[in-house]
């Protein structure tokens, strides 16, 4: 797996009500921003209806929680003159208590009505962002069974699986918070202002110079943090892949004394993270003692004005509480609006990373009169073939082949001589440049690709079986396989003792890796795939690679009965395996060079008989 996706970390992004602002971790910025912004818009404009309703709720439910403190000013207000009244034997002087009655029930159904309205965005806001990310989830989806497996070849799996899993949930998130939190961030700094306005003047400006003075501190520190997150991030990638590498392969490790200088070299990625962590933690740590020292100086001096002035009468005593409650909410929205631009590039580089997905080059269509159906006997055309995996370098030139139905075809020759690359012709996975492969006489590109692969069964060198019983990964090979079929192509497979001997038979679950069965009882299981699906061609990718001798004459004898009466296609390395092949291409450097029968090859002396002495001489030595 690719660093890039072990290091990439998802922002907090949940809803801060309290405490103060906090530092955002290091974000991804996007190439074009503005493009991939206006296009994920795109995605949010058939559910504006429900984000006005959204947006609405938001600013209810804040507009609501910021009258609350100017209430209780009141309260504060009436009891405090009711009380100086009293002290000073005012007739009729005393608390009233039916109005501070009515400001509480107004207090609570203010309270309510906010919770609700709250309430109301968020379940609206989690609703429009899992249907858009559902959408999107769609369409990469369908894209990723669309794409040729050119774009698999060139890319890590791992950024693959980012795109998919991380960039999405990174979407997601920041869709059903963000979008919320900014809405609520900019009512808030607005509403308070004007209700701090409306209180006092000067107030206001004494809170508001103290607003510079914050921000400098933010930016100062956020500066030098986001380095050291960023050196954080980095160390924390290399000691992860490290540690996968170690433990991966610590047979090896072992084997070689390489503990040693693992532990060393653990011991140094561990204490560059160590110095990075405490810098990062330490700094961003630090801005909340900061950022509380200038409040508390403004506090002092909101204090002290107001005294001032509640003494003169210019201001009522209950409304400088509500001043106090007001400018304590004033920095919260500000600084969180910064950490909001940050997820937002965040989210616009997940974004942009999706459409790149998005955008890449598809298959080339079908054609429309392409057959859907297609039941062939086996015979197989490759008429001057040319291709390359890229127009600069030619790998396969003017290849002509005519294998009859029933025959098998050994394919040989050294490593990158495009044995494998037939097969990736056979299947479409690649299109050829120049000439054309039939079969049964109809050009390959006229048949649909589903329709196509349904032709071949394929048993390769590095099996495949999922998470699940022994029962369907057998039946993958074939949609509902009855149990009857099951077995039989496990007895076919030479496989069935063996699984009935497991204590769940059957019903034995495969872990994610396959790691609770040999190589052998793996490439078994996936013959008996191949026998239940009966193509009427076959592909065998060096089947019986990495097994003992034993497990190798099982392999043999059920890939014999497997081949019976199909068209075979046998890549091989070993030539012991093919000797009774009906026809041995010899492949170099993309060209056919001989093809015939074993004792015609050895005959020619060729490369084929090189090869064949090579291996044999080395057999015999050994």
């Given at each position: 797996m690719?660093?890039?996706y072990?290091e ?5 992004l949940?809803?801060r ?14 190439r ?5 912004f ?7 404009r058939?559910?504006l209806p429900?984000l ?10 804040t507009?609501?929680t910021?009258l609350?403190?100017r ?5 504060t207000?009436?009891i405090?003159?009711?009380?100086v ?8 002087a005393?608390?009233d ?12 159904a203010?309270?309510l009505?906010s919770?609700?309205?709250?309430y109301?965005e968020?379940f609206?806001m989690?609703?429009v962002?899992?249907?858009i990310?559902s ?20 890319r ?19 869709l059903q918070?963000s979008v ?6 900019l009512?808030?700094i607005i509403?308070?202002?004007i ?6 003047g000067?107030l ?6 103290t607003?510079?003075?914050?921000f400098?501190?933010?930016?100062l520190?956020?500066r030098?943090s986001?380095k050291?997150f960023?050196?954080?991030?980095r160390e924390?990638g ?16 072992k ?6 200088q693992?532990?060393n070299r ?7 993270l ?13 801005i909340m003692p900061l950022?509380g020292?200038?409040?508390n ?5 909101i204090?002290?004005?107001?005294s001032?002035?509640?003494?003169q009468?210019?201001?009522a ?8 409650q007001?400018s304590?909410?004033f ?6 609006t910064?950490n909001?631009?940050?997820?937002l590039?965040s ?6 990373r999706?459409?790149e997905?998005?955008d ?7 054609t429309?009169?392409a ?5 062939p006997?086996g015979d ?7 291709f390359g995996y890229?127009?600069?370098?030619i790998l396969i030139?003017d290849l002509?082949?005519?294998?009859r139905?029933g025959?098998?075809v050994?394919?040989v020759?050294?490593?990158g001589a495009g044995?494998?690359?037939?097969v990736n ?7 050829v ?8 006489g109809v050009?390959?590109?006229e048949?649909k690709?589903?329709?196509l ?7 390769l060198?590095?099996?495949?079986l999922?998470n699940?019983?022994i029962?369907?990964?057998i039946?993958?090979g ?5 149990t009857?079929e ?7 497979a ?12 059957y019903?034995t679950v ?5 790691s609770n069965l040999?190589q052998g009882?793996k490439?078994?299981i996936t013959?008996a795939?191949?026998?239940?699906a009966d193509?009427?061609i076959?592909i065998?990718d060096?089947?019986t690679s990495?097994?003992?001798?034993r497990t ?8 014999a ?7 075979s ?14 026809l041995i291409v ?5 060209e ?10 050895l005959a020619?002396g060729g490369?084929?008989?090189?090869i064949?002495k090579s291996?044999?001489s080395?057999t015999q030595?050994?």
């Amino acid at each position: 797996m690719s660093s890039r996706y072990k290091e990439r970390k998802t922002p907090d992004l949940g809803p801060r009500r309290g405490g103060g602002p906090h530092l955002a971790l290091p974000v991804e910025k996007a190439r074009d921003f503005k493009g991939s912004f206006a296009r994920l818009l795109q995605h949010l404009r058939p559910h504006l209806p429900a984000l006005a309703l959204v947006f609405c709720a938001a600013i209810l439910g804040t507009v609501f929680t910021i009258l609350s403190p100017r209430l209780i000013g009141q309260v504060t207000t009436i009891i405090f003159t009711g009380v100086v009244e009293k002290m000073k034997q005012v007739p009729g002087a005393g608390i009233d208590f039916p109005r501070i009655g009515k400001i509480l029930l107004l207090l609570v159904a203010l309270y309510l009505a906010s919770s609700l309205f709250r309430y109301l965005e968020f379940f609206v806001m989690a609703r429009v962002s899992q249907r858009i990310v559902s959408e999107l989830r769609n369409r990469v989806r369908a894209k990723l069974t669309r794409l040729p497996l050119k774009y698999y070849d060139s890319r890590p799996h791992g950024d693959i699986l980012s795109r998919v899993t991380n960039d999405m949930d990174l979407i997601s998130s920041s869709l059903q918070h963000s979008v919320i939190q900014i809405t609520e961030a900019l009512v808030t700094i607005i509403g308070i202002l004007i209700m701090m306005l409306t209180i006092n003047g000067w107030l206001t400006l004494i809170t508001l110079v103290t607003l510079p003075l914050s921000f400098f501190v933010t930016t100062l520190i956020a500066r030098h943090s986001q380095k050291q997150f960023a050196a954080q991030q980095r160390e924390l990638g290399a000691l992860n892949g490290h540690v996968e590498e170690m433990y991966g392969g610590h047979l090896i490790v072992k084997a070689f004394n390489y503990e040693k200088q693992s532990l060393n070299r653990f011991k140094a990625i561990n204490q560059r993270l160590y110095e990075a962590g405490w810098k990062a933690q330490f700094m961003s740590g630090i801005i909340m003692p900061l950022l509380g020292f200038i409040s508390n100086i403004g506090y002092v001096l909101i204090a002290i004005v107001g005294s001032i002035f509640v003494t003169q009468g210019r201001i009522a005593l209950g409304d400088v509480q509500a001043f106090f409650q007001y400018s304590r909410q004033f920095s919260h929205p500000i600084v969180q609006t910064a950490n909001i631009a940050n997820i937002l590039q965040s989210t616009i580089a997940a974004a942009e990373r999706v459409f790149e997905l998005l955008d890449e080059g598809e298959e080339v269509a079908d054609t429309k009169g392409a057959l859907a159906d297609f039941a062939p006997r086996g015979d197989v055309a490759f008429e001057g073939v040319y291709f390359g995996y890229s127009d600069d370098n030619i790998l396969i030139k003017d290849l002509n082949l005519n294998i009859r139905a029933g025959q098998t075809v050994a394919i040989v020759g050294p490593t990158g001589a495009g044995k494998t690359t037939l097969v990736n012709l056979l299947l479409r996975f690649y299109d050829v440049k120049g000439g054309r492969i039939t079969i049964d006489g109809v050009d390959i590109r006229e048949i649909k690709r589903d329709a196509l692969r349904k032709c071949f069964g394929m048993v390769l060198q590095d099996t495949w079986l999922f998470n699940g019983t022994i029962k369907d990964n057998i039946a993958y090979g074939r949609e509902n396989a009855t149990t009857g079929e099951i077995i039989r192509a496990a007895e076919a497979a030479q496989v069935d003792h063996f699984i009935r001997t497991l204590p769940q038979g059957y019903d034995t679950v495969i872990n994610q890796d396959a790691s609770n069965l040999s190589q052998g009882q793996k490439q078994l299981i996936t013959i008996a795939r191949a026998i239940l699906a009966d193509p009427p061609i076959l592909i065998l990718d060096e089947a019986t690679s990495n097994v003992d001798t034993r497990t190798e004459i099982l392999i043999q004898r059920a890939t014999a009965r497997l081949m019976q009466g199909r068209t075979s296609f046998v890549i091989a390395h070993r030539l012991s395996t093919i000797r009774a092949a009906d026809l041995i291409v010899v492949m170099n450097k993309g060209e056919v060079v001989e093809q015939g029968t074993h004792t015609e090859l050895l005959a020619q002396g060729g490369l084929y008989a090189e090869i064949y002495k090579s291996q044999f001489s080395t057999t015999q030595a050994g």
